[in-house]
């Protein structure tokens, strides 16, 4: 079956950077929009970056001039660069990827990764 498996986060300082990286691995047939999204205590999960899998990517207002997101098909991986840190970046970083499985039919569903911490302090 398909699993995501986040990396890269942790403790920085105001200012600094961080990149975050996904890989999803499994019975595999194509991966679609690959994207983050973050959730921070007591607020609702949000779409931080997307990205197509010909490479076309969106932001929140938020992060724009900030973050790059990018992928490497070849990989099955999706990574976030994350530039000029602030601590309202803080919070729990979800890899999320819209996958079509090869099993006795093909299906297209959304599939979510555990999540990795990412705290800015300031």
């Known amino acids: 079956q398909v699993q995501l498996v986040e990396s890269g986060g942790g403790l920085v300082q105001a200012g600094e950077s961080l990149g975050l990286s996904c890989a999803a691995s499994g019975s595999i047939f194509s991966i679609n929009t690959m994207g983050w999204y973050r959730q921070a205590p007591g607020k609702q999960r949000e779409l931080v970056a997307a990205?197509?899998?010909?490479?076309?990517?969106s932001y929140v207002d938020s992060v724009k001039g900030r973050c790059t997101i990018s992928r490497d098909n070849a990989k099955n991986t999706v990574y976030l660069q994350m530039n000029s840190l602030k601590p309202e970046d803080t919070g729990v970083y979800y890899c999320?990827?819209?996958?079509?499985?090869?099993?006795?039919?093909?299906?297209?569903?959304?599939?979510w990764g555990k999540g990795t911490l990412v705290t800015v302090s300031s």
């Open positions: 990205v197509t899998r010909d490479h076309s990517t």
């Open positions: 999320n990827a819209f996958i079509t499985t090869r099993g006795i039919t093909y299906r297209a569903t959304n599939y």
